[in-house]
């Protein structure tokens, strides 16, 4: 049984107004994510989850289904997603979808690769996991550089720890991505507490260049350069 892909993709956002939508090298950003699951051939169907009339328009147009917009109350900046993925997947499977395994991926994560996705299914399948998500290595570490103030002011270590005396010596940690994969029965199992959810999840490392997110303008002008310079190459060769 083929896994579905799921792609979040409401139409308030804030860091970069309209994000999902705005334009790389003539294609909405959402293209991208759709493309790609798409050509991939792992996914049964491809989703996306709005309530958003206009990205849902963009989004048939490039073949994803969108066979219910979002309700407006879980369209907030604040909703936890996991409120949203509930909601989202109840209502596929009331639809009469099949799958055991759904996949979680953000648009605004375009670099994703089918051995990513592959990658972190097998994990799944193989761990028997309830979860397993996407990270790469991140060099901003709360052991090390990752500070916040005192009440008087002050720097102070996120991790309160004995500062190491260089960035090799922290101990490693990871930035999340969007990248989700998900056991559909553990997922609906009646004792699962959604929001300790992440505290059961496994990691699968990809490369930053996979992991790159868009959540602010300097993120979006490195995807813009990184779509146009590949689109570039492509015509040349």
Known sequence: ?????????????????????????????????IESALKSKIFSHVFVCTEDTEIAKISKKFGAEVPFLRP???????????????????????????????????????????????????????????????VYKQHL???????????????KLVKKNKRPTSRQQAPIVYQ?????????????????KIRTEINKALPFEIPIESGLMIDTEFEFQIAKLFIEKTSKSKINN
């Open 1 to 33: 049984m083929k896994p579905i892909c799921v792609i979040p993709a409401r139409g308030g956002s804030k860091g970069v107004p309209k994000k999902n939508i705005r334009k790389i090298n003539g294609k909405p950003l959402i293209s991208y994510t």
């Open 72 to 134: 407006k109350k879980l369209a907030g900046g604040s909703v936890p997603m996991d409120d949203v993925l509930v909601d989202f997947i109840g209502k596929i499977i009331s639809l009469g979808y099949k799958f055991d395994t759904f996949v979680w991926r953000d648009c605004t994560v375009p670099f994703i690769r089918d051995e990513d996705i592959l990658g972190s299914i097998k994990l799944l399948k193989r761990k028997n996991a309830n979860l397993v998500i996407g």
């Open 141 to 155: 570490n709360p052991y090390y550089n990752v500070v916040e103030t005192n009440s008087k002011g002050f720097l």
């Open 176 to 192: 999340m991505n969007g990248l989700h994969t998900y056991n559909l029965q553990k997922f609906l199992h009646p004792d699962r």
